[in-house]
C-alpha cells in the first residue's frame, strides 16, 4: 500500500503540477476540449495509464469538461500515486 504524504510535501507536489487543484485529501483538474468525442478519447488514455498504474480516478464528463479526482482511498488520503498518475496526465496534452 502506498504511503500517505504529509501536508509539507503534498503542498510541494500540488505547486509543481501548478494546474491541479487540492481539494481536502484530493486533487481535482477540469480538461476542455473542442468537443465530446475529443473529451471521450482523451479519457480513453487516462484509463490505459490509469490501468498500467493500477490507480484510477474519478471521471466526470460533461459534454466537452472533463473533471478527474485523484485520491489514494486505501491510505486515506493523497500519495505519491495521485502526484504520479496526475503528471502522466498532465503530459498527455503536451
Known sequence: MAEKLS?????EQVDQLGS?????????KI?????????VAFVTH???????????PDVDIRYNKVMLVLT???????????????AQVDEILG
Not at 7 to 11: A, F, K, L, P
Not at 20 to 28: H, K, T, V
Not at 46 to 56: K, N, R, S, W, Y
Not at 72 to 86: C, N, P, R, V, Y
Open 31 to 39: 480538461f476542455q476540449f473542442s468537443s465530446f468525442p475529443a473529451a
Open 7 to 11: 501536508d509539507t510535501v503534498i503542498q
Open 20 to 28: 491541479w487543484r487540492l481539494q481536502g485529501n484530493m486533487i481535482s
Open 72 to 86: 489514494t482511498h486505501d491510505a486515506g488520503g493523497l500519495t505519491q500515486k495521485d502526484f504520479s498518475l496526475a
Open 46 to 56: 487516462v484509463a490505459f495509464l490509469a490501468e498500467a498504474a493500477g490507480h484510477h
